[in-house]
């Protein structure tokens, strides 16, 4: 782990797990919010509890610098009331805004981190945004950092919830990261069945994304792509690194891809069993395939 410390006031503290391209952009993050903000108000970190014990990080570097990291489960998908939780609580320990929030974990930390950062700056509940384009206000600067890959939500313009009435994504250009880190060494100690649960869900959607209604250039350049890097790690002999490095890029060339076309029937199925039945997100897909298939049957398509 590299740590280094600024200039006090800069509201950013320093933190790395290997990746030279990793420390290069945080440190240009740090800059960007001491300029931008020119207060040393906090940076708030969103980590996903599991990844301390996978990585063994400790974490009690933060006491040095101008940062509040809050620990959350990924044990469940993330809500809307879980959001409003965490704004309140942000609200209340803090005076004012922070610099920004930053979110280290897999999907749901990604989408927990773009929700808190658009209701920092909107009034009401995170329920009353689930939809499209009902965001009004700019959204808190957020960063996401991935350390796994499929899902997506490092480049899409939603944050998929569960609402008290169904699960939903809130989708504006309010909603999409100020700015991203990838880097596949941060994906290492994912559990196999999860890494390829999360490796469906960007090959299902880049599916959907090519045989829907809502195709278009731009999306079917970045879902071909996609699509093209999701075969190549499920069927061919790569390395463990290889695998790593290309399902990273699959996973964000397939977001930018459904962000422009859209899911389709496979993931509003997951949707459900989400909902209903607590089912994960990957897993829901998978599940979702063979209803799938009957419908792209009736339109004579194949999911070669």
């Known amino acids: 782990m590299y740590l280094q410390e600024y200039p006090k006031g800069l509201g950013i503290s320093l933190w790395f797990l290997g990746s ?6 945080l440190i240009n993050l740090g800059i960007f919010c001491y300029q931008k ?64 929030i930053v979110g280290i974990g897999g999907g749901t930390l990604l989408d927990l981190s773009k929700a808190v950062a658009i209701m920092l ?62 880097d596949p060494e941060l994906t290492k100690g994912v559990p196999k069945d999860q890494w390829f649960y999360t490796g469906m869900d960007c090959f299902i959607h880049c599916i959907e994304s090519l045989k829907g209604t809502f195709l278009n250039a731009f999306s079917q350049s970045y879902g071909e792509k996609a699509l093209e890097l999701c075969k190549e790690v499920f069927l061919d002999p790569l390395t463990v690194e290889e695998s790593r490095d290309k399902l990273m890029m699959a996973s964000w ?16 199925m997951s949707y459900g069993l989400g909902y209903r039945l607590g089912v994960k997100h990957g897993l829901g897909n998978c599940l979702g395939i063979p209803v799938f298939r009957r419908v792209l049957s009736r339109w004579c398509c194949s999911l070669q």
């Not at 030279?20 to 952009?25: C, D, I, K, N, Y």
């Not at 609402?163 to 309010?174: F, H, T, V």
């Not at 060339?253 to 509003?268: D, L, P, T, W």
Request: glycine content about 8%; charged content about 20%.
């Open 37 to 100: 903000e020119k207060i040393p108000r906090p940076l708030l970190f969103f980590w996903w509890m599991m990844y301390l014990k996978v990585r063994n990080c400790r974490p009690e570097y933060h006491k040095y610098f101008q940062t509040e990291i809050i620990f959350i489960s990924a044990d469940e998908e993330p809500k809307t009331n879980q959001v409003d939780a965490l704004v309140r609580l942000i609200q209340e320990t803090h005076p004012e805004l922070p610099s920004g």
């Open 20 to 25: 030279f391209l990793a420390m290069e952009v």
């Open 121 to 182: 700056t909107n009034p009401g509940s995170s329920a009353d945004y689930q939809g499209w384009d009902l965001v009004q206000k700019k959204s808190l600067y957020h960063v996401g950092i991935p350390t796994i890959s499929g899902t997506g939500a490092e480049v899409s313009r939603t944050t998929v919830l569960l609402g008290p009435q169904r699960k939903l994504g809130i989708n504006s250009d309010y909603t999409t990261f100020n700015q991203v880190i990838l």
């Open 253 to 268: 060339h397939g977001g930018m891809s459904i962000a422009y076309s859209q899911v389709g029937v496979a993931h509003a």
